[in-house]
Every structure is written in structure tokens, then in C-alpha cells.
């Protein structure tokens, strides 16, 4: 995996640093700096600020409201925060990164690697769910493999980077990288079957006659400032959109932390419940919500006793099958073909699930 | 006149793009006309695998994201 993703990285990434540094370019660099150190002396003091603002409300220490409201106002600050964060450094990451790009490293690519390479790429391609299809057409038509498209198709939202740094800043990196082994461990199966099937009958008949021309970009040389804009423009444009989403999800989350007993919880979402995983993803496909907002969620489900894989199981049929992008890629696949695609990731969800309730006990 | 095409399903961003390149050109004074292209196959045709993609008379010059408007200006001069 480390094979496959830091080479591309590594690729893009110009030659030479730009030599001649200008003083707006020093600028950024000491704006970025200072703004990251105001960032961290912040969140070292959230914890204090959170507790002092609880005590200044009238409520009775330790009974339920004021436990919900203590996860509010602790969690609210820290998931925006660490959401600031995560999504300014993917957007630098990103403008290394394009669809276009992404193509022509996986044109031509067999099945196998080409399943890997285009997992990983998944994770770092910038695309917005409207792009799903041209992206799809583009792909095929350029001569990736459809098993190959599929990898990639899988792991962009499977494994959303906006989750995994949240995942890790509130739950350990072992969780994390679980989570990030895992999801692309089932977008390159998943693909990988889905190639074996030979499947390419099954898209709609329009899309087979589609051919792509080839198309030259100018070359765009980034500068440092053109990638930390990019990263503030990330910020403006993801969290402008989604922080109401966390904020429902912080809100869902301190009702399960103050209310849910947590015996109830144990009994529904634990490890003794076997059919709780299959049950969550059941439940969790068609909700649809986003990655940053079922965190929280996450977080306090997680607190109250429930099983680690369950709860995984749950976000990953929340985030990676939602009914708005299964429309859309109707445009471009037939029917027997998407349930191909949402069987395929469902027992990958599935697998997920039991394997981690058997791992993390 | 500048045959301008916007290639996009449809979505918030491409009206965005599309109003961003009139925007510039009436700035400019330049003289466009702007087609918006929705339909997956002729967007296809171009060869971008991301949209908005803006299409100055016949050549591509950007694909995926909103564009910069001193980029535009770039384009149109």
C-alpha cells in the first residue's frame, strides 16, 4: 500500500522547491505557521473552557442533561477544530492530485495492481459526487480496467480522509489505521471480483460507445501559496457545507452520552450480539449522512459499550452506500450491475464488522 | 466572439463556473457566447474525467473544480 501511494506522491511533486522564494511566499509560510500554533495552544485549553462553562450553567452535577451537555459543549469546539484541520491538509494534498492525472497513472493498468494503485488514489483524487459519472466514463473510456474503476469508485468514499483523521484524533491511530487497512482492503477485493465477473455487459448500452479524446492540460506549476489557498478553499468550501452536520451529529451524540443506558447499548450494539453487524449495515445504507457528522456519533456509541466492529460496520454502510450516488451511477450502470457493486461492498462491510469484534475485544 | 462551452451535469458548481466566465468577459468586454454542455457522452468527448470544464473555442482549458478568475481573465485574453 505505502508502495503504491507514496510513488505517485512522490512523482508530482515538482523537482525543485521554488528557488526564488518571494516575500509574499514567507508570509503564507509564517501565517500558516502562527495560525497552527494559535490552533494548538486553543485546543490544549478546550478541555478547561468546556468544564468551566458547564459549571456556570444551572444544572445538577452528574445527572443526565448536564452529562449531554458537557459532551456538547466539549465536543462541538473539538470535532470543528480537528475538522479545520483535516481538511485543510487534504486540500494541500489534493492539489497534487487530479481526476485527469489520476487517469492517465491508471490507463492501461492490469487488474491486481491496478486495483491497488487505484485504492489508493481513490483516498487523495479530489472529486464531487456530480463528477461521479463523468469520472466513471472518463475511466473506462481511457482504457481502465472496469474492475480497476471499480477499486477506485469503492475506496472514495469508503475510506473518507475526512473520517480517518477524525477517527484518529478521537480514537487512537490503531482505529484509524484499521479503518484505513480495511476499507482499502475491500475496495481492491471488491474490485478485483468485480473484474473477474466480467461484467462490462452490464453498463448501460450508451456508455460502451462513448469514446474519450485524450486531453492535455496546460501546465498548471503550483506554488506553496497556490496549495495552501487550496487548503483554505477546502476549508471554506467542506466545512462551510457539513458543519451543520456535525453539529446534529455532536447533538445525536450527547443524547446517547447523557441518556442511553449504557447496559441497553451493550445489549443492542455489543459483541454478544452477533446480528447487531449485519443489522447495521441493514440500517445504515440508507441513511445518509456525512462522514464528519456520524463521528460523533461514533464517538459516544462507542463510549456506552458498543462493539467496535459494529459501530465501523455501521459508518462505512452510512458513508460508502447512499441511495443519492447509487441514483446517479444509474446513469452510467445497469441495474443488475449496481447490485453487483452493493452486494460486493456489503459483505465487505460485513466482513469488516466481525473481523474487528474479533480482534478488538 | 468566443465560442465558450461549460461542460457539467448540472450541478451548483457548473452554474457557478458558468457565471463566473460571463462575469469576467463583461468585465473585459469581451464578447462570448456561453453554451453549458450537460450531456454525459459529449462531456465525455472532451477527454476531462472532472467537472465544471470550461471549453474556449474548441480547446480545453480547465477541468474539475471551480476556476480562479484571474485565471479566466487569462483565458479570455
Same mark, same amino acid.
Given at each position: ?17 521554488? /528557488? ?6 514567507? @508570509? ?5 505557521? @502562527? ?17 468551566? @462553562? ?21 465536543? =462541538? ?29 491508471? @490507463? ?17 483524487? /479530489? ?21 480497476? =474503476? ?11 480522509? #475526512? ?29 478485483? !471480483? ?15 460507445? !462513448? ?32 458543519? =451543520? ?15 442511553? /443506558? ?22 445504515? #445504507? ?51 450491475? #449496481? ?23 | ?6 461542460? %457539467? ?37 472532451? %477527454?476531462?474525467?472532472?467537472?465544471? %470544464? ?9 477541468? %474539475? ?13
Amino acid at each position: 500500500m505505502t508502495e503504491c501511494c507514496s510513488k505517485t506522491a512522490v512523482d508530482s511533486i515538482p523537482a525543485e522547491p521554488n /528557488p526564488t522564494a518571494s516575500p509574499s511566499t514567507f @508570509a503564507w509560510l509564517a501565517g500558516t505557521l @502562527a495560525a497552527l500554533t494559535a490552533w494548538g495552544l486553543a485546543y490544549a485549553f478546550l478541555q478547561p473552557a468546556a468544564d468551566w @462553562a458547564t459549571a456556570l450553567l444551572p444544572l445538577e452535577p452528574g445527572s443526565h442533561l448536564a452529562e449531554a451537555v458537557a459532551f456538547f459543549l466539549y465536543d =462541538t469546539p473539538k470535532v470543528l477544530m480537528l475538522l479545520v484541520l483535516v481538511v485543510f491538509a487534504m486540500g494541500v494534498v489534493r492539489s497534487f492530485f487530479s481526476a485527469e492525472r489520476t487517469r492517465a497513472l491508471l @490507463a492501461g493498468r492490469h487488474e491486481g495492481r491496478g486495483n491497488v494503485a487505484a485504492a489508493c488514489l481513490g483516498i487523495v483524487t /479530489p472529486f464531487c459526487s456530480c463528477s461521479a459519472v463523468p469520472l466513471f466514463i472518463g475511466f473506462v473510456s481511457a482504457g481502465v480496467p472496469l474492475g480497476v =474503476t471499480f477499486s477506485f469508485l469503492i475506496a472514495a468514499p469508503m475510506v473518507n480522509e #475526512i473520517a480517518l483523521g477524525l477517527l484518529w484524533a478521537l480514537l487512537g491511530w490503531q482505529v484509524a489505521l484499521a479503518y484505513l487497512g480495511f476499507g482499502l482492503l475491500i475496495a481492491i477485493v471488491a474490485g478485483w !471480483v468485480i473484474g473477474r465477473l466480467h461484467l462490462e455487459g452490464w453498463l448501460q448500452d450508451w456508455v460502451r460507445n !462513448v469514446r474519450a479524446g485524450a486531453v492535455e492540460l496546460p501546465g498548471q506549476r503550483l506554488t506553496i501559496v497556490d496549495r495552501l489557498k487550496a487548503g483554505l478553499d477546502a476549508v471554506a468550501d467542506i466545512v462551510g457545507k457539513v458543519w =451543520t452536520w456535525v453539529i446534529a451529529g455532536i447533538a445525536a451524540g450527547a443524547l446517547i452520552h447523557g441518556y442511553v /443506558p449504557a447496559e441497553l447499548l451493550a445489549a443492542i450494539m455489543g459483541r454478544e450480539a452477533w446480528w447487531s453487524v449485519p443489522a447495521a449495515v441493514v440500517v445504515g #445504507i440508507p441513511m445518509y449522512s456525512n462522514a464528519a457528522g456520524i463521528i460523533p456519533v461514533v464517538e459516544a456509541l462507542l463510549g456506552k459499550g458498543a462493539a467496535l466492529g459494529t459501530v465501523l460496520a455501521f459508518m462505512m454502510s452510512v458513508i460508502a452506500l447512499s441511495a443519492p450516488e447509487l441514483i446517479i451511477l444509474h446513469k452510467v450502470l445497469k441495474g443488475r450491475l #449496481i447490485a453487483v457493486f452493493v452486494a460486493v461492498v456489503g459483505l465487505g462491510i460485513l466482513a469488516v464488522g466481525f473481523l474487528f469484534n474479533a480482534l478488538f475485544a | 466572439m468566443k465560442d465558450i462551452k461549460v461542460l %457539467g451535469p448540472g450541478c451548483k458548481r457548473c452554474q457557478t463556473t458558468a457565471e463566473m466566465v460571463q462575469t469576467e468577459a463583461d468585465r473585459l468586454g469581451v464578447a462570448v457566447a456561453i453554451e453549458k454542455v450537460t450531456d454525459y457522452a459529449a462531456i465525455a468527448s472532451f %477527454g476531462i474525467a472532472s467537472t465544471p %470544464g470550461i471549453v474556449i473555442d474548441g480547446k480545453v482549458v480547465h477541468a %474539475g473544480g471551480l476556476p480562479k478568475a484571474e485565471d479566466i481573465a487569462q483565458w479570455l485574453a
